[in-house]
């Protein structure tokens, strides 16, 4: 009999609902309107039996309203007035169940093309919104009262909730409300989430509900995923994190309910809502970490060793989150493992980015801040191991910077972990990154709870402020016994100009070469050597004549002069001076310094300055010289403008590069703007280029006792191969360009995979300025097959290399080399054709 | 845009030896004078009208003179030389006679300082016999009224000022040694008051304004050294001015105290402000050590000169911040 009813009752509903929803359709309006209330009447208590109201949503809801969608353009449905319409038609969308209401409402406004009607059905959710559905659709979730719950139907609602501004704008355009907009929705929907979750929170305590009902979290949690998964997590969690985590502070329920939300966010989401929420704040979800290995995998891993995006803040909060726990501090320590690991690597100090090393040094320094003492005596070998080998490989570094960040690691490490005075102590200049490594070794900046450092900083507020003004009190009564402080003062009295008042010096400088080379090689006195030394370059370009006699002796001595004297600026004025007797006398200077750096027993510090004092000659000798007085002063103005250690700096070759790369793209604008003074003048570095060049390609390859190219000391390698391309870069026209060219490319091309990062630098730019400097026809006819391997090593690195210097200089020596090919071909003029 | 530094207002020549020490006397109705005394044993008294010498007086038998300075009240000059003779000179009415002498025998180059205590008697210190001491006589009278030996080791007495300070009865004195340190003489209990290492290498020079009871010192180093008295007479070191160039052979405040000028071994003129010892100029003219450094004592403060002697021979005067 029971069923016998229910099944009757389901008929009678059944029945009555297609009744009237064949009148809608139906042109003939007379009985609409009280067709609409019929229908209504199925959604309010008073009127029909819980069944059937439970029938009517579950069964007849979605088609009522799409049929009123359909009839919206209807005669009856205009005629209604403003208020019938409101009463009637639009309670209909907003009291029903509202999946389906929302469901229907954006698959009309898909559907729809724009017109009145399009804009009433925009009205409707807009008004959807406001009425505060979207809790009512998330709690029916809840407590399970949804009417129609399948997987594909979830999941289509999920996309249509997280999706709902884009569906939107695509929609509306310009005309969009501000609601359907991100910056509003999503917070919207957020507090939709908190409020489901507040009453789930009651729920659980039984305030309000007379029975017990069961919760479900799935829902909330999958819409929260699917948001984040979408990159909406930013503004979703910056309207909830603050919430949830003052409220879970103290509320146990509410933590319960916390953690439930995230332990049941699906697999594939658990990340990017993890890492928006390690972006806004972490004390909330719990120990999920421990218990979910995708989010464990996601913290101790992922955010810290595999990716190096995020702002120092984040790993703050992260390595804080991990430490604030009893529970969690293992996994501290295991990160602390890994991170000492990934640290000392030789390996990731040689193949991973400068970005990610930097990263990986940031999370060590805060992760050993955050250690206990106990943790740390436990840890202390393991650290050390750490600190000793990771120390070596970031010292053998070429690269500054790496070099640095080992030193200030080392540091903090070291003082960290030995209270005795066996501190490790470096030299190395403070910039923005050391002082910032060096600030995250003092415990200051995470604390789980957030309103409680609000607290702190309130009350810690009025105490500096008393600080402050009781120091405001305590300097004025010391202002009087200042003595200075009188009212006249020596201010009144301008002084002059006192730039004049220089050191004097006793002795006079030598006048003629000989006596500077003599006393420079003989002379004990510390004032007569520093005047020698500061007369030398401008005596060696005066006498030309004299220089050529002695400029071989002289190179020797300034070669193998050492700075006994403290000098200032000794290797300024050491380069300068033999800088000046390369450029004077350049052949048997340049072959003696060629050949001397091939030699036995010079330190890599002489080895450097001879590519140093080779390089700067070549650049002067290729200069325009108008006339012999304006050359000294321009070679004078650029030895003073080279730093003398220039080679840590990759910016000099670059802008060199670039510099050229300028000067060869044809600007229209430009070609009338060349001066017409200048006046051609004979390039001196064209005839003697080869004696620059040939002869450092001999021998690189046999290791000498105390100096081995190819092996340890890659430094000198890194700066050879530069100073190459320099030569290369400079003899531009010369004849002698392609075949230095071609030599050029063999010799880097062994080395052009070396594990150091200063020497691919310089094999790139080497190989940059061949394709600048040789000419067009002769890159594929003496190059060749060679041509082709290079462009695909070049590839190779414009994409793998770690280095960002390495990579860029690889895709500039591919559009020069494109560049190049495509003259080469396109010029029927050339010679290589015609020959 | 700082000025350039200036140049002397002119320069006196032929004196014919370096210029050990200069004295103005440029108040009243004569001519204003300047006194110098060369290292050739010549006393030049150039007439600042003219521009010209005056008179020459060889007194010393050749020697060096080491000091010159008048009396305040009568035409009678002071000289001091290496020949160990303090003579007083009779200059009124264009005469001028030896007065008196005083042997000290003192071989070294400490500059006298005389203190007048009244407009007939005045206080005389000069170093003595020994190396350490210091003999105090009054004038005219020629009495000797202490001398003044430091028990501790300090070396050679260098260069020495007598004052009256407003607070102490009797006359006190400072005297710079050859070990660096200053030392605080109460001259009528002949006892140290207070002692202060200044330098690491012998006082060269050094001058003290009674008036703000602060005072400088200069070594053959970089730095001089400000130092100040305090009410219970004690020396504290203040700090001082480090120079491009080491070696300072003389220091003057001028009467006004505002300005301070140091006469240095590299040629060159430095003047600074007196109350914060801020570096004003730089005064480069001269081809070798100055030797000694001067102010005026116009009455019309726009005429005030400094004038800057050196090994040079050579005697520059220049005009300086006399706006005010």
Redesign the interface.
Known sequence: LQRNTSVSDSDSVRLEVSACLRCLSSSDSSRNITVLQTLLSYLDEASHGAAQRAQFSRSHYSRTLRVLITTIEADWVHRLTARQREELWDALFLRGPPEQALLVLLEAIGELSPSTSLDHVVTITEKFLQDGRLTNLLWSYCVGSAQSDSPQLRETLLGRLSALPDIMANKLHHNISPLFLPQQYYPLLASAMLTALQRTCQALRGQHQPDNINCSLAFVSQTLGKLCLQGHGGLVLAAMAPRLSACTRSDMVWQRVCWKLFESIPQRSMECVLTALVLAVSGIVGNLVLRNKKAEFVITHKLLLLQYKYETGVLRTVLGYLAADRDRRPLLIQVLRCICQAWANPSAVKHTPMEQQLYVSKALLLSVSLLKDQELQDLRSELLQCLLGGMQSHLDSSVLRIRCVGMVVGECLSSRMDNADTKLKFEYEQDEETRELLSLMTPSGWCEPESESLQETKELAPNTCSVASQRRQTTPPLAPTDPDSDLDSDDELTPYDMTEDQEVSQTSPPRYLRDCLESLMSSEDAMRVELSLKAADPLVRRNAFAAREISVQMSKVLLHMEDKYNIQGFLILRHAAMVALAVTDCIPVTQYLTTEFYSLNYSLRQRLDMLEVLVAAAQELSLPTTDKKNSSIISALDVAELPPFQGHDPVHWRQVVEKRIQSKTRRISKGASQPATAKATPNRYAPVAGYFFFPLLKNYDKPEVTFDLLGSDHLVLGRLIHSLGLFMHLAVNAPVAAQMGSALLDFVWTVRYHTDQMVRRGVLFAVCSVFLSMPSQNLLLDLGDMLFETRTWLTDVAEGDPDADCRSLAVQSLVLLDKSLKKQLKDPQSPSLES | M?????SPIYTLRGAGGPLNSLHFRCYGEDAPLLFSGSGKGCIHIWNLNTRRTNKVIEGHSGSSIIWVCTKRSKDTLISQGRDMQICLWDLGEGRCDLLDSVWTGSVGFCQCSMLETSPISSLLAFAGQQTEEIKIIELPSKIQICTLMPVAKVGMVMCINLFQPDSCPGPLLLAGYEEGSLLLWDVTQQSILSQVKAHPDPVMCLTFDPTRLRGISGSSEKNLSSW?LDEKNNLQLQGGVTL??PGVSQLCIREDG??LASAGW???V?VF????L?????L?YHTDMVLSVAFSDHQDPRQRLMAAGSKDQRISLWSL?NE?
């Open positions: 700082s000025h350039p530094p200036p100040k491009a160039n505002k300005l590299d040629s060159r430095r402000g007196w109350k914060k801020r570096p004003l100029a730089v480069q911040y005010s």
